[in-house]
């Protein structure tokens, strides 16, 4: 597996897997602008099958955000999803950020134990964050000397 920047032509595969991974997934129009604003859009991909992809930005000084996260159906845990975090916490200590931040659906429990998997705790329940009014849960990993990606 590789993993390699995001291009405009990968759109139409990244929308076909927002689209199974999210009840309300993001519209074209919207990932389009978010790339083009400059976010970081890192794609997995296999034997020119695109498998996943994240999208993250530098939030605030030292804060990096995780802004989204899906891997295939027909791709699930074979670590896809871990090898795309982890590849963004070394994009991420590179640029000096100290820790990683991202909201979660407080329903999607499959995610939470994903990011708790991977070195993420649990900071806070934002109430009726989303538009349906279901609370997220913010997530938040230290990037420092004990991460096990540092020592390595
Ligand atoms: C969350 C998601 C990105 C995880 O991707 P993935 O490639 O399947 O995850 P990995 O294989 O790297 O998982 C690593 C570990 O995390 C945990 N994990 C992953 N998915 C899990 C789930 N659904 N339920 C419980 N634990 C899970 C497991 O411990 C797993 O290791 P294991 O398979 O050896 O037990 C994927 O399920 C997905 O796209 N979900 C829909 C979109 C979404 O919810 N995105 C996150 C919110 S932004």
């Known amino acids: 597996m590789i993993i390699r ?42 034997d020119n099958i695109i498998l996943g992809y994240i999208i993250f930005w530098i939030r605030f000084e030292d804060e990096g955000h995780i802004i989204s996260l899906a891997v295939d159906k027909g791709y699930r845990r074979q670590n896809v999803g871990r090898q795309l975090v982890e590849m963004v ?26 990011y708790r998997n991977v070195g993420f705790k649990e900071e806070k329940l934002i109430p009726g964050y989303y538009e349906d009014g279901e609370d997220a849960v913010v997530m938040n990993m230290s990037l420092n000397s004990s991460n096990p990606i540092n020592s390595t």
Do not use: C, H, W
């Open 5 to 46: 920047e995001f291009k405009l032509s990968d759109l139409k595969r990244v929308i076909e897997i927002e689209e199974m991974s999210f009840d309300d997934p993001y519209p074209p129009s919207i990932l389009r602008d978010i790339y083009n604003l400059g976010a970081g859009f890192l794609i997995a991909q296999q």
């Open 89 to 114: 916490m070394e994009i991420f200590q590179k640029f000096d950020m100290k820790n990683i931040k991202l909201e979660v659906r407080a329903e999607n429990t499959g995610a939470i134990n994903f």
